[in-house]
């Protein structure tokens, strides 16, 4: 049971790179998130897509974007990555509204 | 600022101790969800409550959701050192169109 995978697990970038976060789900899931955490600040969510083929902003979009591919991925992209970037990313899935959302293990990404 | 406001931040107790977080919100909610992360993985659920008033009970953990649905409890009795972590509420305001949103969570830490 995979549930949701991220990749990759760690990431280091240059200040101006740009980069893609991957998730995948594989539990048939209409509704996928990302989100950042801080220390702090609980999760903030950047973007979400309540069903195949919508993507919507959720708190805190600027500086990423999103590609819902099909029903099982959702990537995130910082197209020029800032150190305000920095974060722990984590994606997750789930069934609808109102039901158990399922994380990934979570992207560490350090933006220097 | 945040849709839904918890408290406290952070709890230093001692085993055996009781305990009560708050989840609060000026939105209504069509439900509330509180889940436990511990270090290094995602958040996962707890429970969901649903109907204005409602309580459940986990184990030592007891669960309110407020009579207008724009408020939360999480008390836990005798509290353990396996009760320790991250515990955050979520959920999505009424015509959110399946937004997830999380607090900013509250800091557990049960010493022996």
């Known amino acids: 049971n995979a549930g949701v995978t991220q990749t990759p697990k760690f990431q280091v970038l240059k200040t101006g790179q740009s980069m893609t976060l991957q998730c995948a789900q594989d539990m048939n899931h209409n509704s996928m998130y990302w989100y950042r955490q801080d220390p702090g600040m609980g999760l903030r969510l950047i973007y979400y897509?309540?069903?195949?083929?919508?993507?919507d902003k959720g708190e805190v979009p600027n500086g990423y974007n999103v590609s819902r591919l099909n029903k099982r991925e959702f990537s995130l992209r910082l197209e020029s990555a800032a150190p305000s970037q920095t974060s722990v990313y984590f994606c997750?899935?789930?069934?609808?509204?109102?039901?158990?959302?399922?994380f990934g293990q979570g992207t560490r990404l350090t933006v220097v | 600022t945040q849709l839904l406001e918890q408290s406290p931040q952070f709890l230093s107790i001692q085993e055996g101790e009781n305990l009560t977080v708050y989840c609060n919100s000026s939105s209504v909610f069509s439900s509330l969800q509180w889940y436990r992360q511990e270090p290094g993985e995602g958040p996962v659920l707890l429970v969901t409550v649903v109907t204005g008033g409602e309580v459940k009970k986990l184990k030592r953990l007891t669960f309110q959701f407020g009579d207008a649905r724009k408020d939360s409890s999480l008390h836990i009795t005798a509290a353990q050192p396996g009760d320790t972590g991250l515990y955050l509420c979520?959920?999505?305001?009424?015509?959110?169109?399946?937004?997830?949103?999380f607090g900013k969570g509250t800091s557990l830490l049960v010493t022996p």
């Open positions: 979520a959920g999505e305001p009424r015509d959110s169109g399946y937004a997830l949103n």
């Open positions: 897509s309540a069903s195949e083929g919508t993507t």
């Open positions: 997750a899935s789930r069934p609808t509204g109102n039901t158990e959302a399922f």
